[in-house]
C-alpha cells in the first residue's frame, strides 16, 4: 500500500530548530523523489524542497540556508531540519511522491511558531 506519513510536528519558539520526517512505503524507496510543501494559516501552497531518489536535494531561495533534506534509506524516510524558526515557518507541511502519473500526498504535520 502507498502510503507517506509526516511526523515531528508542534509547538516550537522563535529561534528553535524542528525535525520533521516524512515515512513512505509502498514504493521502492531508491526510485523515488520527495517533495516537501507547507501551507501557512489562510495562504496557497508553497514548494520549500526536493531531494532526489539518489540523494541530491534543492530548496527555493527563500528558504535557503534555513533547511535541510536528507533521506535515510534503513528507515524509508525523508526528514526536513529548518533551523532559526520563524512565526512565518508556521503551517502545515506535507511531503508528496509522484509515480507514473499518479501524485501521493501525506496528510501533514502541524508547526507552530511562537513566543
Known amino acids: 500500500q502507498v502510503r507517506l506519513v509526516e511526523s515531528g510536528g508542534g509547538f516550537v519558539q522563535p529561534g528553535e530548530s524542528l525535525k520533521l520526517s516524512c515515512a513512505v512505503s509502498?514504493?521502492?524507496?531508491?526510485?523515488?523523489?520527495v517533495n516537501w510543501y507547507r501551507q501557512p494559516p489562510g495562504k496557497e501552497l508553497e514548494f520549500i524542497g526536493r531531494?532526489?531518489?539518489?540523494?541530491?536535494?534543492s530548496v527555493p531561495e527563500s528558504v535557503r540556508g534555513r533547511l535541510i533534506l536528507s533521506r535515510d534509506d534503513n528507515r524509508r524516510a525523508v526528514d526536513l531540519q529548518i533551523n532559526d524558526l520563524t512565526p512565518q515557518d508556521t503551517g502545515v507541511y506535507f511531503c508528496?511522491?509522484?509515480?507514473?502519473?499518479?501524485?501521493?500526498w501525506g496528510r501533514g504535520t502541524q508547526v507552530v511558531v511562537s513566543s
Open positions: 508528496k511522491t509522484s509515480l507514473a502519473t499518479r501524485d501521493y
Open positions: 509502498g514504493f521502492v524507496f531508491r526510485q523515488i523523489d
Open positions: 531531494i532526489s531518489g539518489a540523494g541530491s536535494s
